[in-house]
């Protein structure tokens, strides 16, 4: 029956590239990948994440206020600030958010770090932290600015700080002494500072607002923030900075500027007698390969307690959206969605079928399932080299005595004919604790400068797992004072058992979670947990915006 699709030849291919046997096969779902694996990859469409649309294209800017900025810039320039700090000897600092609470300092001039984590809040959540969000705008940055020539593998798990850290982000007017210890110190050595200096000022510039003594602050409508750019393309990931260096253009304001005190590029491309810019500069793929080397290494130094992720694939079939909803008949509908990865081979005839089990493993009388899609249901990646996507929807009633507890999905394309397992147990769909959709409801109100944030919910509950605490929780987002930034704080309220659903087997619990936070905040979810004489069933991180406003 099944022969391996391209799809799954690709997959195959990747795992065996990323390393020599420490990569273990994806199941889902996986609590640390799959909300950092949609951010990564959902780029633009239908369940879009949004994140990379600050960067799409490389001289986006969110913030119209002022002119002569851009995002992919300052969000590059913030995950450099967060790590510069990094004592990686001492497994002290790296990507940690701990920028958030030192943007005062002289050594982080300027409003892009706040603007850059004011934007990041939303995408913030109990599974995203700030750390993660951070490196992943950085990744964004040089992969929407190289049009996807340098794409870095990316790993979660950062942990966000509490508090700020060390002072010894490098800057301009220090010596070459000091700058090389203090690149030693996050983990880098000489020729690896030029690198990375190098991959670092290839986009963006020198403000004039910010560095008056660099360049010049100009009377300009089209540059406000009075920048300088470092190249001839300021908005390209590409090897012109070191081009133009090695021609000795002096655009660069840190290499060639007036103020010689602030030549700090000159001086470090100059360290090791200008050998590796100049390699830089004669080969564009070097340049690019040495950038995703070192920026791979920047994005993952973190403190030593702080374990990431295996790099982060793209899922090739991944369950979004399950919903169960009891009905009054003594039926479940059950609905969902499938997002199947886009090779470029796909036929126009694909058949997605969903092979629906029961509680005890066998074909609920309406499997398989036809899955449909349509257009609008496809979302695309900003840049190349990263994954397209396809969703299929899917809906049908089941008896409740039978119920539900996985399903496998069928791909019918061309000669092919797969049928995943999701490494043989099949992809999970619980019936025990289940929200309501259509009597589930959020609100937001803005009493004050704060909003206020409500979650009415609704959950089915299966009678026969005789449960005696039914509990909501939401981690509660918390505003921390000297950051934009936002932590979570796990709070749990009891749901109270309204109705019982006569011949379904199930009973309704109801109850409801209010909480302000400043803005609008970061990403909502929330976790429902039961337990009982038979045990806990936890059904987790289902977000607030799949539900309407009250
Ligand atoms: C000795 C080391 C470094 C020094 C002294 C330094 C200094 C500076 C200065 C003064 C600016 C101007 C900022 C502004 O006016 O807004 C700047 C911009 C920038 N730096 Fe660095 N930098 C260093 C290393 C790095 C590294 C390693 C990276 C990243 C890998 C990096 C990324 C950037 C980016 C992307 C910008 C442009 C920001 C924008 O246009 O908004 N820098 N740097
Ligand atoms: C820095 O380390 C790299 C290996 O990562 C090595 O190739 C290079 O020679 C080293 N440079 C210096 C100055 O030690
Ligand atoms: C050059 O930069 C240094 C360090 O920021 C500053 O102290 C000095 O005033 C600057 N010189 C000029 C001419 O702007
Ligand atoms: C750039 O300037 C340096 C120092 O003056 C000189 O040695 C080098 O030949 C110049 N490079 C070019 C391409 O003109
Ligand atoms: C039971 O109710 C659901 C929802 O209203 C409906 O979709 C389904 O067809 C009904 N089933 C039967 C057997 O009446
Ligand atoms: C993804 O979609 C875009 C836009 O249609 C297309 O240009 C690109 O080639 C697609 N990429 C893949 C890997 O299919
Ligand atoms: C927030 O909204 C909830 C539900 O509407 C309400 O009970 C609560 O009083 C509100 N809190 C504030 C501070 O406005
Ligand atoms: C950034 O925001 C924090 C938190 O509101 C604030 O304490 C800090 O002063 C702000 N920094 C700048 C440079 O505006
Ligand atoms: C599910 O959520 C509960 C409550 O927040 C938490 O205690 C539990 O660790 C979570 N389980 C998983 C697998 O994430």
Redesign the pocket.
Same mark, same amino acid.
């Given at each position: 029956m099944t022969s391996i699709s391209s799809s799954w030849a690709i997959l195959i291919i990747v795992l065996a590239i990323i390393a020599n046997g420490v990569v273990a096969a994806y199941t889902w779902p996986d609590a640390q990948i799959d909300q950092l694996e949609s951010i990564l990859y959902q780029h633009s469409g239908y369940r879009q994440y949004g994140l990379a649309f600050g960067v799409s294209p490389c001289n986006n800017m969110a913030n119209a206020l002022e002119t002569g900025?851009?995002d992919? /810039?300052?969000? =590059?320039?913030t /995950?450099? #600030?967060d790590m510069?700090t990094a004592d990686v000897l001492a497994g002290i600092g790296g990507i940690d958010a701990s920028i958030g609470f030192e943007t005062d300092r002289p050594e982080n001039? &300027?409003k !892009?770090f706040n603007e850059s984590v004011s934007f990041f809040t939303a995408f913030q959540s109990a599974r995203s932290s700030m750390a993660d969000v951070i490196a992943l705008g /950085?990744l964004f940055?040089v992969g929407s600015c190289s049009n996807g020539e340098v794409i870095i593998p990316f790993r979660g798990g950062r942990r966000d700080a509490l508090g700020s850290g060390p002072t010894g @982000?490098?800057?301009?007017?220090?010596d070459l002494d000091t700058?090389t210890a203090? =690149?030693a110190r996050q983990g880098f050595n000489v020729t690896e500072?030029i690198g %990375? @200096?190098a991959?670092? #000022?290839?986009? &963006?510039? @020198? #403000? &004039?607002?910010?560095?008056p003594e660099? @360049?010049p602050v100009v009377n300009d409508m089209n540059n406000q !923030?009075s920048?300088q750019? =470092?190249d001839g393309s =300021?908005d390209n990931f590409d090897n012109s900075v070191a081009k133009q260096f090695v021609a000795n253009t002096t655009q660069n304001? %840190?290499a060639f500027g007036h103020n010689e005190t602030?030549r700090?590029?000159f001086r470090?491309f100059n360290a090791d007698g200008g050998n590796l810019i100049r390699r830089m500069a004669e080969s564009q793929q070097f340049f690019w390969d040495t950038?995703t080397t %070192? %920026?791979e290494r920047?994005l993952n130094t973190v403190p030593k307690d702080v374990q990431l992720t295996d790099v982060i694939q793209p899922i090739q079939i991944k369950p979004n959206n399950l919903f169960i909803t009891v009905n009054s008949n003594g039926t479940e509908t059950v609905s969902g969605e499938v997002r199947i990865i886009e090779d470029g081979t796909t036929f126009s005839n694909r058949e997605v079928l969903i092979h629906l089990k029961s509680r005890t493993g066998e074909a609920v009388p309406s499997s398989p399932i036809l899955a449909r899609t349509q257009d609008g249901m496809q979302v695309y990646a900003f840049y190349n080299n990263m994954p397209n996507f396809t969703f299929y929807s899917f809906t049908t009633t089941v008896p409740t005595g039978i119920g539900v507890s996985s399903f496998d999905v069928q791909i019918k394309d061309g000669d092919t004919d797969t049928t995943s397992t999701n490494g043989g147990q099949g992809f999970p769909i619980q019936d025990v604790l289940i929200v309501q959709q259509a009597s589930t409801c959020t609100r937001l109100e803005f009493p004050s400068t704060k909003s206020n944030n409500t979650l009415e919910i609704t959950v089915a509950v299966r009678d026969d797992m005789e449960f005696d605490s039914v509990r909501l929780v939401v981690p509660k987002p918390v505003n921390m004072i000297g950051t934009l930034s936002l932590r979570f704080e796990p709070t749990a309220v009891d749901l109270g058992k309204v109705q019982t659903l006569d011949g379904t087997g199930y009973s309704l619990y109801k109850g409801s979670f209010s909480f302000l936070v400043d803005a609008v905040g970061p990403m909502k979810t929330f976790d429902l947990v039961a337990s009982g004489p038979k045990g806990v069933v936890q059904n987790n991180f289902t977000r607030w915006a799949e539900f309407n406003f009250c």
């Open positions: 900025r851009d992919s /810039a300052e969000w =590059f320039r /995950a450099y #600030h510069a001039k &300027g !892009a /950085a940055s @982000v490098p800057q301009p007017e220090e700058h203090a =690149f500072m %990375l @200096v991959c670092g #000022h290839t986009i &963006g510039g @020198v #403000h &004039g607002e910010n560095f660099i @360049v !923030a920048r750019d =470092f =300021f304001p %840190l602030t700090s590029d470090i950038c %070192l %920026l920047m």
